[in-house]
C-alpha cells in the first residue's frame, strides 16, 4: 500500500518515547530553572548523553539499561501504557546490589 505524504496509517505515531516517558520529560524540563536552552529536544539530547557516558563508565548502569529493554518492548507489545519503573532513591540511582546474570546468561 502506498501512501501520499498528507495520508496517515490509523494508529501510527511517529514516536521516539513513549507516551509517559514523554511527559515524565516535560514535567522533569518544567522543574528546571529557565536558562532559555530548555527546548525539549536538547533536555533529551542531554539525558541521552549522560546515560551513554553513564553506561560507558559503569557495568551496572548499563546492565540496567539491557534489562529494562524487554520491559519496555512487552509494553509496547501488549500497548500498555503503565509508568515506567523508577529508583527508590533518587539522590543515588544505582541498583544496591550488581546484577546476577550477564546478557548471554539471560538470552534462551
Not at 514535567?27 to 528546571?32: C, I, M, N, P, T
Not at 501488549?78 to 533518587?90: C, I, S, Y
Amino acid at each position: 500500500m502506498t501512501l501520499a505524504p498528507d495520508n496517515k496509517v490509523p494508529g501510527y505515531r511517529a514516536a521516539l518515547l513513549r507516551e509517559e516517558t514523554k511527559q515524565r520529560l516535560q514535567s522533569f524540563g518544567k522543574s528546571l530553572p529557565d536558562t532559555g536552552f530548555l527546548c525539549e529536544r536538547r533536555v533529551v539530547t542531554a539525558a541521552v548523553e549522560v546515560a551513554l557516558e553513564a553506561c560507558a563508565e559503569r557495568p551496572e548502569y548499563l546492565a540496567r539499561l539491557i534489562e529494562r529493554i524487554p520491559d519496555i518492548a512487552q509494553r509496547d507489545q501488549d500497548g500498555l501504557r503503565a509508568a515506567p519503573r523508577t529508583p527508590e532513591k533518587t539522590q543515588d540511582p544505582r541498583p544496591k546490589t550488581p546484577p546476577s546474570k550477564s546478557l548471554k546468561e539471560s538470552t534462551p
